[in-house]
């Protein structure tokens, strides 16, 4: 049974740090490209970072700088460091693996307010 399991999302204030942690078990970690989405309430899930079987990372501009993804095999885990936060951060965010077929998260909210 695949599972992946999203933790360490909270309340921040803005200007403020989470790290967020996927931890999965089923899967080939090793050999699986993964990635962080999110979605905010009202508007569609979008890509936040990427990291390949390979170590690669892409982010999308909005996070570039601020967050960095990272992955450690031996504990079949993916992070997401997350820095100087912004109120539009706000939203669930969800790790993704495929490797042949697709695996979601079921999501941690991440809010950044004052």
């Known amino acids: 049974q695949v599972r992946l399991v999203e933790s360490g999302g909270g309340l921040v204030q803005p200007g403020g740090s989470l790290r967020l942690s996927c931890t999965t078990s089923?899967?080939?970690?090793?050999?699986?490209?993964m990635a962080w989405y999110r979605q905010a309430p009202g508007k569609e899930r979008e890509l936040v970072a990427t990291?390949?079987?390979?170590?690669?990372?892409n982010y999308a501009d909005s996070v570039k700088g601020r967050f960095a993804i990272s992955r450690d095999n031996h504990k079949n885990t993916m992070y997401l460091q997350m820095n100087t936060l912004k109120p539009q951060d706000t939203a669930i965010y969800y790790c993704?693996?495929?490797?042949?077929?697709?695996?979601w998260g079921q999501g941690t909210q991440v809010t950044v307010s004052s």
């Open positions: 993704r693996a495929e490797r042949f077929r697709t695996y």
């Open positions: 089923g899967i080939i970690f090793s050999m699986s490209n």
């Open positions: 990291i390949s079987s390979g170590g690669s990372t």
